[in-house]
């Protein structure tokens, strides 16, 4: 069955720390792969996509991701976080061929001072 | 201006009651999504329509129903509200070609007392 795992429900660091949020992922076709970050009252926002080429990814926010397909992963990690990066992460999966995309639970970050 | 809105943004209403979530979307894009979010489940697809014409059922569309009134609006409708469909609704929409990555509207909170 085509799913997401997001292992990790809450994490907490201290700001200035670094970060990895982590996605495993279960799915037949090649995938898509998405991170979205949702604020405290706010929707969705694309953080960044995979979909083919340098398995190494930027985003915006200064975050970036790897695809390693042998692990079927697709961690997200962020070199040193801020305050206001404390909000829900979400991993989601797609592909070429669907219409839809797989989200996992997603992580909810929290960032001491 | 916010390319996809949704309205209400937040709403209480009484079991039995019937109700209407709207979203309206400036991106120009065919494919509409309604999911909702619950705490440490993710988000679920409902229903997702790909044009006027085309609205397809996603894992859990008991006792909501759809309507795809133009390409840039997709109403979620509940017939009969229940408690247990308290929840965080959001709409999205996704281009109908390439990497397909979803856009989030902000959100409606419903409480169905």
């Known amino acids: 069955a085509q799913s997401v795992t997001q292992p990790d429900i809450h994490i907490t660091v201290s700001e200035g720390a670094s970060l990895e949020l982590r996605c495993n992922y279960s799915?037949?076709?090649?995938?898509?792969l998405f991170w979205y970050v949702q604020s405290p009252g706010q929707g969705l926002q694309l953080l960044l996509k995979y979909f083919s080429g340098d398995t190494l990814v930027q985003g915006i926010k200064g975050f970036e991701a790897e695809f390693k397909r042998s692990q079927s992963s697709f961690n997200l990690r962020k070199p040193s976080v801020h305050w206001s990066d404390a909000a829900e992460y979400f991993c989601?999966?797609?592909?070429?061929?669907?219409?839809?995309?797989?989200f996992g639970t997603g992580t909810r970050l929290q960032v001491f001072p | 201006d916010a390319d996809v809105t949704q309205t209400p943004r937040n709403r209480i209403t009484k079991t039995g009651k019937r109700i209407m979530l709207e979203c309206s979307q400036t991106k120009g894009h065919d494919r509409m999504y309604w999911y909702r979010q619950d705490p440490g489940l993710g988000l679920r697809l409902i229903y997702y329509s790909f044009d006027v014409k085309d609205i397809n059922k996603g894992e859990i569309s008991d006792g909501y129903s759809v309507s795809r009134q133009a390409q840039a609006k997709f109403s979620l409708s509940l017939e009969s509200a229940i408690p247990n469909q308290t929840a965080l609704y959001f709409c999205?929409?996704?281009?109908?070609?390439?990497?397909?990555?979803?856009?989030f509207g902000p959100g409606t909170r419903l409480t169905v007392t």
């Open positions: 999205a929409t996704a281009p109908r070609t390439g990497v397909r990555e979803q856009y």
């Open positions: 799915y037949g076709a090649t995938p898509y």
């Open positions: 989601a999966v797609g592909s070429h061929n669907t219409d839809k995309l797989i």
